[in-house]
């Protein structure tokens, strides 16, 4: 268990996106993100291990009756128990908030090469959160009142990020078309060709979430992310927020990567094949080789809130602010703007009809 | 965290409904502007009869030359009185048009004008318009059909000087302004319904927009809306192109030729020859339109 401590007072140091170093939420003293040695992480592991106060259980999960394993710390902050799952990376206390870091779960095979930091606070995401409620002409009117946040939690997700070099293969058939006209008759001419092409392509960091509660659907969506503000991982970057590692290791998910990449490869390599009236691709053989993989941590703002007695939630993308989410709809409001729109323009068409009629 | 909502990618739903929408917008107000825009022209040059298959007298050829005359100079469009034995290799609103460029027929700097042509080699009776969308005369292909409807029957009979003679009685009655709500007026009697460019009022022209403006209407209004529900779900899927790294590299691009297959259909247009009285139809092209029917 790592904790990082404020070296003036001795309070807790967590990170904070604006400034992009650690800082004392108590005296607001800030400290660099320090790239540690090979030596340097081994002593902080060893370190950690042997301060923790550490037990497990195995309890059985009530909603699938799974086995799960359970892992209990003593804070060193404040002495209360900290439960963790089996995925438990980062998480805070929950009677102290003292930000605690599991360190066997970011060390070795788990240690993430490259990570997203965050790219703004709670409170902006709150902000955002916010404002998207105010948007949409069908949102209620009193939604961005009434909704209750319940919780704002910063998760780290864990991302497995793929490079491919795909050769696509591609066979068609295609016609061309002319028209001539000799008398009373018109000839129509089709042309027919036979198309062959070999195309190769590269794909760089495309991501697959490895988080087995993270809805795939939804961790696409939140995509893109901006590459350029990737760093090397250090676990600082954690401090202050929750973290998973992965539930599915890289080459499990690789196939999935795959399989977009060969998606993207065949639509670039039908889109060479232009000029003709008709294509009909008759054989294909798209092939994707992993150049690279890298586990890697991308930051989210899950916002669960409360709207009438219903509990919701919304997923920010923690460096863009993109949200994936559904905005509840007001039938009173859609039936008054369908009304509406219905009115005005029938109103409109009408007048411009009766004025073209009349010539 | 429990999952519990749908995320649905809507956007190429909506964009769809959205384009066939516009579609149906558009197709409805061409059909609008064809419909009731009120469409017509005018024309002079100076032979108007050229009989080239004699099948006028010297004094029938007179009388049309001068009537011909008298109504191109009055109304300011040219008409031309063309009759053939021999087409040659065109069909006979070729022949129509092509004669009609050829012998400089055509009132003012438009050229606007009306040829009559009885082709005997193909049995058929034509009449072309040039130019007759510039100004505000132009024969509706229903009026075109009505004045078909009378010189016809001269043809049926033989009497082709009937033909040109009653030609020259229809045509200024459809186009000339002062007289087009007569005109239209005559063929609601024969026809049994009132002519379209009859100018409506303003309640009647309401009254005929209600259903298709009711229909708009509804289109606008549930695209409206679908563009609303779209827009409370947010987050699209990335595209490709976020991933792409450099440029597809083709090693191999052919397109090969194999063979040409060929299917022919019949135009259909006024050359169509049949029975006497078969259907007329019209063309269109470069600046000229018209019908006939064959005999
Ligand atoms: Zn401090
Ligand atoms: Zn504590």
Redesign the interface.
Known sequence: MINYKCPQCGAYMIYNPAKKCLICEYCGKTEDIKVLSAEEQAELLQEAEASSEVWEETVTDETNGEQVMMRHYICKNCGAEIMTDENTAATMCGFCGNPTLIEDRLSGETRPTKVIPFSFSREEAIEKFRA?TK?????PSVFSSSASLDKV?GLYVPYWIY?FDVDAQMQAT?TRVRHQ?K????????????????????????PADASK???D??M?????FDYKEMVAFEMPYLSGFQADKYDYKGEELESRAAA??S??AE??TRN?MNGYATVNVVHKNIRPKRTKMEYTMFPAW?V?YTYQGKS??V?MNGQTG????????SVAR?IG???G???G??AI??LI??????? | MKVGMKYIHARPIWLRVCMMAFCLMLMGSVWMTTAWAVESLESGSAQKVFDQASLFTESQAEALEERAAQIAEEEQYDIAIVTTNYTGSMVTYEYAESFYEKNGIGYGDNKQGFLLLIDMDNRQVYIDEYNAWEENFQLSTRERDAILDVIMEYAYDGDFYGVADSFLDELPQYLNNGISGDADYQYAIEHGEPGQERSLTFGEAVQESLPLAALAALVIAGITLIILVAVQKTGAKPSSAEYQKGALRIYRRNDTFINTTVTKHKIETSSSSGGGGGGGSSHHGGGHSGGGRSF
């Open positions: 998207w948007k949409g002409k069908l949102t939690t490079d295609a006209r008398g009373q008759y018109e000839y129509i001419y089709t042309d027919h060709f036979a198309l062959d092409r070999g195309v190769e392509v590269g794909y760089e960091r495309i509660k993270m809805p659907d939804v696409d969506r939140l995509e893109p977009r990449a998606s993207y639509t670039a060479t899950i669960n919701y939630f997923t993109k949200i994936v989410g559904k905005r509840p709809i859609a703007w369908f009304a729109v219905y009115a323009s029938f068409v009408l009809l009766a004025a073209m009629m009349m010539g």
